[in-house]
């Protein structure tokens, strides 16, 4: 299976630039997406294809990369965002990340 | 607008079975796979499999193959998973959730609010 790395959390006040890594074990070309998920809720699709904005997505999200290193972006970040932030590849098998709980100051 | 309402919380007994539903609503069922994804307590997400609905083909995540079964009903647009011998590793959330219509299946565009299986005696 294609391990997905994130690092557990991070904190930032709002306003700021933030970025979430996910490095891949082995390269997913741009077979990569990322989701926000709230306590209680379902996950939401954010950015699919490694760098494309869903549709409804506010444009202070995006994403980069491709093989193994992707990112994504918000910025700036507001209070609403706080969130776990996950990434799933989708060119081998279907995984997920282990995801990123950003706290906003 | 495309909802996915899934059936309610379920309280299980160990080594019994439990099959929760997925009604889908807003797009034509038999055009885009459903997929089903575990979320256990504090944890991550894990992909279970998916079907079909247009022709019932699945496919599964090897980890769950023997444990979940999907099936799919075109006359009411409701996708099913059955999960077996349940054990208390099997308590969790379960989402059930739309891709698109690209292939392979990639991203999930749209996801059901989850079912909660709790399995204790």
């Known amino acids: 299976d294609t391990v997905l790395t994130q690092s557990p959390a991070l904190a930032v006040s709002p306003g700021e630039r933030v970025t979430i890594s996910c490095r891949a074990s082995?390269?997913?070309?741009?077979?990569m997406h990322w989701y926000q998920q709230k306590p209680g809720q379902q996950p939401k699709l954010l950015i699919y294809?490694?760098?494309n904005l869903e549709s409804g997505v506010p444009a202070r999200f995006s994403g980069s990369g491709s093989g193994t290193d992707f990112t994504l972006t918000i910025d700036p970040v507001e209070a609403d965002d706080t969130a776990t932030y996950f990434c799933?590849?989708?060119?081998?098998?279907?995984?997920f990340g282990s995801g990123t709980k950003l706290e906003i100051k | 607008q495309v909802q996915l309402q899934q059936s309610g919380t379920e309280l299980v007994k160990p080594a019994s079975s439990v099959k929760i539903s997925c009604k889908a609503s807003?797009?034509?069922?038999?055009?885009?796979?459903m997929h089903w994804i575990r979320q256990q307590p504090g944890n991550g997400l894990e992909w279970i499999g998916w079907i079909y609905p247009g022709n019932g083909n699945t496919k599964y995540n090897q980890k769950f193959d023997g444990k979940a079964t999907l099936t799919a009903d075109k006359s009411s647009s409701t996708a099913y998973m059955q999960l077996s011998s349940l054990t208390s590793e099997d308590s969790a959330v379960y989402f059930c959730?739309?891709?698109?219509?690209?292939?392979?299946?990639?991203?999930?565009?749209?996801w059901g609010p989850g079912t909660m299986v709790t399995v204790s005696s």
């Open positions: 807003g797009y034509t069922f038999t055009s885009n796979y």
């Open positions: 082995e390269s997913v070309s741009t077979g």
């Open positions: 959730a739309r891709s698109g219509l690209q292939w392979p299946p990639g991203y999930f565009d749209f």
């Open positions: 799933q590849q989708s060119w081998n098998e279907l995984t």
């Open positions: 294809g490694a760098s």
